[in-house]
């Protein structure tokens, strides 16, 4: 009934040419998701219980996270639900960057998942071994570069732009292009995974960072627009505006249950996931630096893992955090969990502010 309700909703609205307006079909998405994901949120998580897909909690973590033990986890598949089916109602299917990135979003979800239901369900605590991850990832992520890089008629495809300098760009070549494109898909995939580790703390910034990116997209995609704030002129990129309106309605959606108390966690199927999407549109509309801005809580968090493990091995044993990644170091030097959350969400929504700020600081 409701796939029917869809079609005719889909069908009456193409009548009226609504199609023709980004905008429009953007926050429609959102909407859109947001449904999907209040309508199929608890009977999702109903089954997730029911199967037992339970989250296991670190015995060396914060004493307050053993109440946790057992909240169905891979609720990530909601948002990928709400996300796949958006853009497939709102979508100009014909647009080549729109298909990109939600291939790279659902590749990276089936990795996520596999990990996931290895640890959960085969109760094998390493999951998707590490290799393998690192592995899969890889693959799809150099796929996407690889194809992103090779697309003929994009004008600033091989430079990196510098949001504070109008007139700069730093050439990178076909190589070049490819190489950061990687690294970052892969770098945002597992900076976001890394952030997954409190109630509603990853994402709420996803939601803020992607609806950040719909307009940079969309900005992107419009040649005069992107004229006149200086920021080069993508074809077809504006499409992505609608996807990341169907991302932020999704996240959004799904915070209405992951919030504290989670009724569920979105695991790494929702997180990998997630991450992947947001670095594939950040390259797509040449605004890599902006992304590592607006989000500076996920690198945060990835750098403070890195030199926690460095510092550790170099000193032979000793720590610079109280525990990595950084929000449990402030969880065990007395904030509440709901404290740092919502502190870091503070922060995040500076950053995606002083990011979006770039397009007149130029």
Not at 191 to 200: E, I, P, Q, S
């Amino acid at each position: 009934m409701l796939l029917e309700l869809a079609q005719w909703l889909a069908q009456d609205i193409r009548a009226f040419n609504v199609f023709g307006y980004i905008t429009l079909r953007t926050v429609l998405a959102a909407m859109t998701a947001l449904v999907i994901s209040f309508v199929f949120g608890p009977p999702v998580i109903r089954w997730l219980a029911a199967k037992k897909i339970g989250q296991s909690v670190r015995n060396d973590g914060p004493k307050s996270h053993l109440t946790k033990a057992g909240t169905p986890t891979m609720g990530g598949a909601l948002i990928l639900i709400s996300i796949g089916i958006t853009t497939l109602l709102w979508g100009d299917l014909s647009n080549r960057y729109l298909w990109v990135v939600l291939l790279v979003t659902l590749g990276f979800g089936t990795v996520g998942w596999v990990d996931d239901w290895r640890k959960v369900v085969h109760r094998n605590p390493k999951g998707l071994p590490a290799r393998w991850k690192f592995f899969w990832q890889s693959v799809i992520g150099l796929a996407a570069a690889v194809y992103l890089g090779l697309l003929p008629g994009v004008p600033a495809a091989q430079e990196l732009i510098i949001p504070f300098l109008k007139t700069f760009a730093y050439p990178l070549g076909v190589i070049g292009f490819i190489g950061l494109t990687y690294l970052v898909i892969v770098g945002t995939s597992n900076a976001v995974n890394l952030t997954d580790g409190l109630d509603g703390l990853a994402i709420m910034p996803t939601a803020l960072v992607g609806g950040a990116l719909a307009i940079f997209a969309y900005v992107a995609g419009h040649a005069v627009f992107s004229k006149y704030l200086g920021v080069p002129h993508i074809p077809g990129a504006g499409e992505l505006a609608v996807f990341c309106g169907a991302l932020a309605g999704a996240a959004l959606g799904f915070l209405w249950f992951n919030a504290y108390p989670a009724e569920v966690f979105m695991g790494d199927v929702g997180a990998l996931a997630l991450g992947a999407a947001l670095g594939t549109v950040a390259v797509v509309v040449r605004q890599e630096v902006v992304l590592f801005i607006m989000g500076g809580l996920f690198v945060a968090e990835t750098l403070s893992v890195m030199v926690q493990v460095l510092y550790f091995k170099w000193s032979g044993g000793r720590r610079i955090f109280r525990m990595a990644p950084l929000h449990h170091h402030y969880e065990l030097g007395g904030w509440k969990e709901t404290q740092v959350v919502v502190r870091f969400w503070i922060i995040t929504i500076l950053l995606v502010l002083f990011g979006l700020s770039t397009l007149k600081l130029r």
